[in-house]
Structure formats: C-alpha cells, structure tokens
C-alpha cells in the first residue's frame, strides 16, 4: 500500500467524510488510471452504516497515521487538528473540501478545490462532469446520502442551488426517492440509546483552535431532543473531563432535532461567553431555534465573540 | 467602489499577478453580472508594460489596503505575508492560485481553485471553459502573455501540459506568434538599467517565513548576468540595508538568465546555509546551473535546508 494515495475525510467522520473519501476514490482512480485508496480516521457512524449496507458497499480501510512522504488527498476537512496524524510530513496532492481553510499549509503547491456549498459531495459531482466521467449509480447513491446528510434533506442554511441540483440529478442516476431514502437513512443516524455518554461526546467532534484556545464544537442529530437530555447529568461529567484532559476553553455539544431544525447545545468551559454573548445560557444549556449548522451558523459566532 | 468586490495579485506584483486581475475581473463580472475591479499592490514592472501597451489595456487600479468587510479576490498568491495591507478583516469570496497555501486562513468557506501548474492564467483559461465563457483576443493575449512569463517561454521546470495547451488556445484566439511575441515581451522586462539597486531588489521580491525565520528571496531577469554582477557591491550594501532594516535571517538575490536557463545568486544574511548546503557559496554568489524556478527549485530546497 505504500506506494498508493490514500484519501480520507476527517476525524471522527460524519457521512460526507465516508462517501467522498469513497466517491473521490473513484474519481481519481479513473481519472489516474491507478487505483486510489479510500480511507477513513475513525468509526463509521449509524447513518453511514446505514448508507453502506444499503448500497452494498464495502467502508474504507481505518488508518491511523500516515509515513512521511505518503501521498495523501483529503476530502471535506483541510484542518491538521482534524486529520490523520503524521500529515506535516506527507505529500498533499488534492483537497477537495467546503469548509474554511484554517491551520493548514504545503510546502508544495497542489490541488485545491473548494466551494461555498452544503457538501463536499456537491463539488465532486462538479469534478465527474467538468472530467466528463461517468458516474455509476452506486457512486450517485453515495454522494446523493452525503449531501442529504450535510444539508439535513436540502433544509439547512448551508444548503445551495448546487447541492439542491446535484440531489435532483444524482437521484435520477441512483434511482432513489430523495424523501423517502433521506428520512430513513436520517433517523438511522438519530439511535443514539446505543451510545455511552463518553462516546455521545465524540461521536462528531470537532476540535477547533483560535490562537492559544483550544475548543470543541460537537454535534447529535435526533428526533427528540428531551430524549437526549434526559443524560443531560453524565453527559455534562463526560463534557468536564474532555476539557480538563485536553485544556479546552469551551466544550459545545449541539443536539440537533433533524425534524424542526432546531437545536439546543450543552455548553461548559471558561469560554462560555463565546456562546452566552448570542444565546442566553440557563443551566449550562442554550436554545438555539432555527440552528441546524455547526459550520454555517454555530462555528462564525464563537469565532467572532472570542 | 465600497460595494464593489475587489480583485488584486500580490504585492512587488509581476505579470502573472497584474494579468490574472485584468482576466479575473472580466471573468467574475461575466459570471455575477456586476462589475468588479481589478486592483494591484505595487508598481507594473517593465515586461508588464510592453504588454499592456500591445493590447492597449489600461492598468489595474493601485489600491494600498482595503476596510474592514471588504470583499476579495485573490489571485496568484495567498499568503498574508503578499497581499494587501487589511486582509485579516476582509472577506476572501475567492481564490485562484498555483502556489503552494501559506500563512493562509478564513474563518469562512470560500471558493479556492488551486492547481500545481506554471501559471495562474492557465486555471484561469480553465475557469472560461468550464464556465462556457467565451474568451476576448485581449483576454487570451493577456491570459498567453502571463504563461509565458511565469514559465519563461514554457522552458521553466514549473510548465506542465496544461500550461502548453493553453498557450496553443490562446494564442490562436490572440492571433499572436508565441515565438516571436514571447522573446519581445520577456527582453522588454530585462532592462534592468533604469533601476536603482534598491529598486532592483524589491522589483519581484517574496518575502517568507519559516516559523520564527524572515526571509527573502528576489528575483530579476536578464539575457546577461554578468551585467547585472557589474553592479554586485552596490546590490549588496542595498540587500544588507534591507536585512538590517526588516530582521531578516536570509536574502536570496536570484538573476536569471531567460536566453540560458540558468540563474546567478546574491546571498546574504545569517542563514546562507540554506543556500550553500546544497549550492557552494564564494564571495556571496551561488551559481544555479538549470535553474530558473524560484517557486519550484528555489524555495523548496530553502525550507528544507532551513
């Protein structure tokens, strides 16, 4: 496996970092006349497991780290906080992402696509047209999930004209009702009574840095989130050893009712004015109507109140 | 101009950076039917000149910093350490570039197309393609113009197929013998005569930094090096000036002859050893045999020797 590029999403990966490590694998793979391995950092979650089991589709291989000099493409993630270790001495060939570009850098100019839009899956519709590669329906069902996970069925803020046409035509190749397939593979991702608190907090964690202050943004989807607060107790006692074990200013764990569009965050840390300045905090717990997105609407805000 | 969107290369800005906004502002505004401007940092050089005169194209507008707010484009460079004086509050809304992403960050998504190529005009060409935009005669002499600059006829290390591919496009569109016009447009910029020396070192200057360490690395162009080395002793009290003046660990004077392919350097500051583990050093000059590329040859051989 040495001598072959690796791709993979984030840390802690969500469906977009699975599907397009998959679907980039794909893509390069065709385009290289090689063949590229798709990878991942972490566990695969519910919705995602959902999502390969109906498609029939292997998950990529976990790795830890990577050797110095290894070729590496990411997908929806360019952050070093939120990639494989070992990447400052690995070659980053491609970036295709939809976040902003933060503690990130080459010493070797590379590809970089990005774009403003709901999901990395978008952008890599955008790359099989521009190549003119044929997409296969399997490749159509992954990136249609990915963007019906990121945009939360098309609802989210973040969601765009591209996401919205790339949906419409990746379901006509798939073969798939967009409603019916997204609420299903959605509420599979919302069983969260499986989960220890420990790893609740985990689940999709992302670690953030603005200067010396370290803070956590992490974020469940549900049905219900009473359901989700009735571990509101042990879930703050997980939340307090996470910030005296990794010196975190501000621990955010969003619960985010996929139904309503809605959320409500546990926040703790010294920090927590970073979230306070905007939303009244009661109990270490703040309502946020309207709020669905960690990166579009949760993420700007405590950037601008630090 | 307030509510315009603004578009600029980088400061001591060559042709690529000044041709790349002329085309970048052309391109948006046909893509966003409004219009938007085309700015530069600094001076347009003597190469840049001949070929704004032979397409009778007037200079982007010298803008010094921009407000808070303000929207950006950048292309042709990243790096903070480049750009203009404010960008830490301005919104970047997009980025086209083929260098490698330094001292680089946004707190949102944004549009970032990178490519490893010899030029930014060649993803720019790209961007008329994929975008179905039809291409002006001035444009593609603009767009030819700027690759052969950066990649020195399309002899430099940096130049890849994509980058003689262009070339050949656009100059049919340009109706322009790239031979002819090419040798003509690169001696126009090697009259090096009419500067001073301190203006010779700032002429098409990139200022770095590794961790904690300024440095600089300049470059000139000329079909003589021996007529640039006549002025060594007056260059280097100039360099030594400006060394003192910034902190500088390392100024990396290189003159590089366009005929030859071959560069001369002036090397001086408490750092030389980043030149001279790999180039010996006598009396302050290495000379770089097939070596024209600062962004290929020089600069990673610096930040590895570092």
Redesign the interface.
């Known amino acids: 496996m040495e001598n072959k590029i690796l791709v993979f999403g984030h840390k802690n990966p969500d469906t977009d970092s699975i599907c397009s490590s998959l679907v980039m694998a794909d893509l390069q793979t065709k385009l290289r006349g090689k063949e590229i391995i798709p990878c991942r950092l972490g566990e695969i979650n519910e919705e995602t497991k959902y999502i390969l089991d109906y498609f029939k589709i292997e998950a990529p291989k976990y790795i830890e780290k990577v050797e110095e000099g290894q070729t590496v493409i990411l997908v929806d993630h360019n952050e070093f906080t939120q990639t494989v270790e070992g990447i400052e001495k690995a070659k980053i060939d491609t970036v295709v992402d939809?976040?902003?570009?933060?503690?990130?850098?080459?010493?070797?100019?590379?590809?970089?696509?990005?774009?403003?839009?709901g999901c990395t899956a978008t952008i890599l519709f955008e790359l099989y047209t521009?190549n003119n590669i044929k997409i296969e329906p399997k490749i159509a069902g992954l990136m249609l999930s990915a963007i019906i996970s990121d945009t939360l069925l098309l609802k989210s803020p973040t969601t765009t004209e591209k996401d919205k046409k790339a949906v419409s035509e990746l379901a006509k190749i798939a073969k798939i009702d967009i409603e019916s397939y997204g609420l299903e593979m959605l509420k599979a991702g919302t069983d969260l009574d499986k989960y220890t608190e420990d790893e609740l907090i985990h689940l999709d964690a992302k670690k953030m840095e603005n200067g010396d202050i370290k803070y956590v943004i992490a974020q469940v989807n549900t049905v219900s989130i009473p359901d989700v607060l009735k571990r509101k107790e042990k879930l703050e006692t997980e939340i307090n050893k996470e910030i005296l074990a990794n010196g975190l200013s501000l621990f955010v764990f969003v619960i985010t009712d996929i139904i309503n569009s809605n959320s409500v965050a546990i926040v703790l840390g010294d920090r927590t004015d970073a979230i306070s300045k905007t939303y009244e905090i009661k109990d270490n717990i703040a309502v946020m109507l309207g709020v669905v997105s960690r990166?579009k609407q949760i993420l700007?805000l405590v950037?601008k109140n630090m």
Do not use: C, D, G, M
């Open positions: 939809h976040h902003r570009i933060n503690n990130f850098q080459t010493s070797e100019p590379l590809f970089y696509y990005a774009q403003p839009v521009i990166k700007p950037e």
